[in-house]
Every structure is written in C-alpha cells, then in structure tokens.
C-alpha cells in the first residue's frame, strides 16, 4: 500500500485542535445544510403546494450530482482550503440574501428555484474541497479516526439541524430558518479560515480543466487500488445513501408498523451508526482494514436481508442497530483508505468521485425503490440491498489489494517530502498555507 502523508505525526486526532477546528467547521456546514434543506422544502409546499417540492428539490440536487465532478477539479486546481472558504462564503451570501428577500416578498418558485439551483452548484464544488482536507491537516495513521469523528458529526448535524430548523420556523418562519443556516455557514466559514494546511510537496502543471478531470478519472482506473475500490464503495452506498429510507417507510407500511414503528427503525440506523463512529474515533488503529471492511459489508447484507424479512418491530429495530453498526464501520474504513492511498494532488477528484457514488445515484434510484416494493414487495428490495452488499464484500475478498488493506500507520513506500522546519501547530510544517 503506497502512503502519501503531507503532515507529521501528532496527538491523537480528536486532541489536535487544528483537527477540531476543521470539525466543528464541518459540523456547523452540515447542520446548516439540513436547516437549509428542510426549510426550503417547507417554503416550497407553502408556496406551491406538495407536488411542486419534488421541482424544488430536484433544482438543488441536479447541478451537484452533474457538477461533482467538476468540483473536484477545482478543489485540486486551487487548493481545498480555498475552494472550501469560497464555497462557504457564497453559500452564507445566497442563503442571507434569499432570508432577507422573504422578508420582502412572499415565497414563490421564482425565488425558491433559483436559490436551490445555486446553492447546488456551490455544493458540488464544496462537498469535494471539505472532504479531501483530512489529509492535509492531519498524519496518514490518523486518518481512520478522523472518518469516525466526521461520522459522528453527520450525526450529531442530523440530529440537531432538524430540531433547530422546527425552532426557527415556528419562531421565524422561512425568513428565519434561511437566517439560521446562513448564520452557520458563517461559523464554518470563520472556523475554516483557523484551519491551517500543510502545502503540496510540489505544484501541479496546470492544464485545461476537461484535461485534469480525464487525468483524474485515468489516476482512479490505473491506481491498483482505488479501481476497485471506488466500485466497493458504489456498491456499498447504492441503498444506504437514500434508497433504504425510502424503503424503511414502504417496509413499515406493508407490515403495518406505522410512522412510529419507522422511526424506530430509523433511530435504529442512527445508534448503530453513532456506535461504530465512537468506536472507530476511539481506537488508535484498524487491524486487518481490508478483510475487516469485508466482514462489515457481509454481515451489512446479512442484516439487510434479514430486516426485509422479519414481521417482528423488535427484531426490526434489532437489525436495525447491526446495519447501522456494519455500515458505519464500512464507510469509516473506505473513506480513510481512500485518503491514505490518494496521492494529495488528486483528492479533490477522487473525492468528488466516491462522493458522487454516495450521493449523486440516490435521486436516480429512488423511483426503483417504489417499483420494486409496489410490485415484488418491501422484502424483495431488501434481499437485492443485501445481495449488492454481498457483491461488494466478495470483491474486497477477491481483489488481493484489498485483501491485504492495512491503516495502522504509514507502510513502506516513497517517502514523504523533506519537512522544512518545525511547525506552528502539532504534526503541520510550517509556512502551513493552503495549496
């Protein structure tokens, strides 16, 4: 496994303030998404009624799931830490500029569209810049906890942003749920501008962005170990990034569970979820990452077929807690793999492609969903998540790369670059400035 580390080792993440900064500035951004997501929707069916929510939404999520991409071109292009601060800047301005536009006008398409279609595409470029950051700001052996702090903060985000988001809307109507979450991309963007960086050992040559992009993509199929790994990682999130919730609403209707039943099972997800990030956060390594990846994925389908299956709300929430337990341990485990063996110049790109898998194929999958159940019922499209998972586990078993995975430190390999000189902060070199 080749390592590419730009910064030295240090205090374990979750003391290092400079990692910590960089947290609580990604929390602050996911929160406000959440508000901001469930506040325009809540506009939108205000404004336009329920069957105009779908126009509103799909506003926002085309031009991130076409845009991602490209995105992560220019995270590459121009530094992560820079495109993150410019994307959280624009995105602040958009957003309190739309809050203090309701104030002036009543909710209407015309208005709600174009904030959703901007707010997209500043998505598609921020999403790649946030995510390819950890390496910079942290050592390779790191980078696991890291992936199990940021799990625990989409957490934390998505249990907080939704009880904020019914305070400020009952309290302030869309004007303020807007303000809010302008209000904390502004935190983020003050947080990430604390945020310090450990340079590139080298500058890119600069090309035309059509050119890095085909680069980027030709450096994913050529690397021994991002090709399938990129593939394990579709696989693993082709349900689990939107699909499933869809199918937990159909699953307890068909059982007759109701919407409590539902959220229990969600909740489920959520604790299971929350278990593997504090495990993941508080361990110093991940032995035998590979085959441990593959183990999650195979119990993830075992659990997935088994919930499908299952008539008992207990044993429903049970299987819950497991999925939520495999997943989170399977996407902590690929996410810091991905970072560990992504040479730096290249994260923005490879970031932008994993999380284009985890995100961008949901919107295409969620008509399936309700075909599927409607015609072969909810246990049926619970047994083809289970066998997708099953794939992915087979390949991280088939493919020797993967099999033999490690993260517990920095392999053998080309050397890091030559560290100038003692830095400002634990394990960053000095002169610590973005790109």
């Known amino acids: 496994m080749t390592s590419y580390g730009t910064a030295t080792a240090g205090p374990p993440a979750y003391r290092d303030r400079n990692v910590l900064r960089w947290l609580a500035a990604y929390t602050a951004s996911v929160t406000g ?7 325009l929707s809540w506009t939108a069916t205000r404004a336009a009624g329920p069957s105009q929510v779908g126009l509103v939404i799909a506003a926002g999520a085309l031009p991130r799931a076409v845009l991602m991409l490209g995105g992560g071109v220019v995270a590459d292009r121009f530094g992560p830490r820079r495109v993150a601060v410019a994307s959280d800047a624009t995105r602040c301005v958009v957003i309190l500029a739309a809050a203090a536009a309701l104030l002036l006008i009543s909710p209407n398409l015309w208005l709600l569209i174009p904030v959703a279609l901007v707010f997209g595409v500043v998505d598609a470029v921020f999403m790649p810049a946030v995510g390819a950051l950890p390496p910079r700001i942290t050592a390779p052996e790191q980078l696991a906890r890291v992936q199990g702090m940021r799990g ?17 809307l009952a ?21 990430l501008l604390t945020v310090r960086v450990s340079p590139l050992p080298s500058l890119p040559q600069r090309t035309t962005a059509r050119r890095e992009l085909t680069d980027g993509l030709r450096y994913i199929r050529r690397h021994r170990m991002l090709a399938p790994l990129v593939t394990v990682i579709g696989l693993s999130e082709m349900c689990f990034s939107g699909p499933v919730a869809a ?8 059982r007759g569970w109701g919407a409590a039943g539902m959220g229990w099972i969600a909740s489920a997800f959520s604790v299971g979820a929350v278990a593997a ?31 499908g299956h299952t008539r008992s709300l207990p044993y429903a929430v049970a299987f819950g807690v497991l999925i939520g337990l495999t997943n989170g341990i399977t996407t902590t485990v690929t996410g810091a793999l991905v970072q ?3 040479e730096p110049r290249y994260l923005g790109r490879v970031t932008s492609v994993t999380t284009l898998c985890a995100l961008g194929l949901a919107p295409i999958l969620f008509p399936v969903v309700g075909v599927v159940v409607a015609v072969w019922g909810a246990a049926m499209f619970f047994t083809l998540c289970g066998g997708i998972c099953l794939l992915a586990a087979a390949l991280g078993v088939a493919v020797p790369v993967l099999r033999r995975a490690e993260l517990h430190g920095r392999p053998p390999g080309p050397a890091p670059s030559p560290d100038p000189g003692p830095g400002p902060g634990p394990g960053l ?7």
């Not at 998404?33 to 506040?39: E, G, K, M, N």
């Not at 625990?152 to 400020?168: D, K, Q, T, W």
């Not at 309290?171 to 963007?189: I, M, N, P, T, Y």
């Not at 504090?278 to 088994?306: D, E, K």
Request: glycine share 10%; net charge positive; hydrophobic share 60%.
């Open 33 to 39: 998404d959440v508000v901001y997501f469930l506040a």
């Open 247 to 254: 199918g937990l609403v159909l699953l307890a209707d068909e």
């Open 429 to 435: 070199r000095d002169k610590s400035v973005d790109r």
């Open 277 to 307: 990030a504090l495990l993941l956060t508080v361990r110093a390594r991940i032995p035998r990452a590979g085959p441990a990846m593959s183990g999650a994925l195979f119990i993830t389908a075992v659990g997935a077929v088994a919930l």
């Open 152 to 168: 625990l903060s989409i957490r934390l985000s998505n249990a907080v942003g939704p009880l904020l988001a019914g305070v400020v």
């Open 340 to 342: 560990t063996e992504t």
């Open 171 to 191: 309290v302030g109507g869309a004007a303020g749920a807007l303000a809010a979450a302008g209000a904390l991309f502004a935190v983020s963007l003050a947080l």
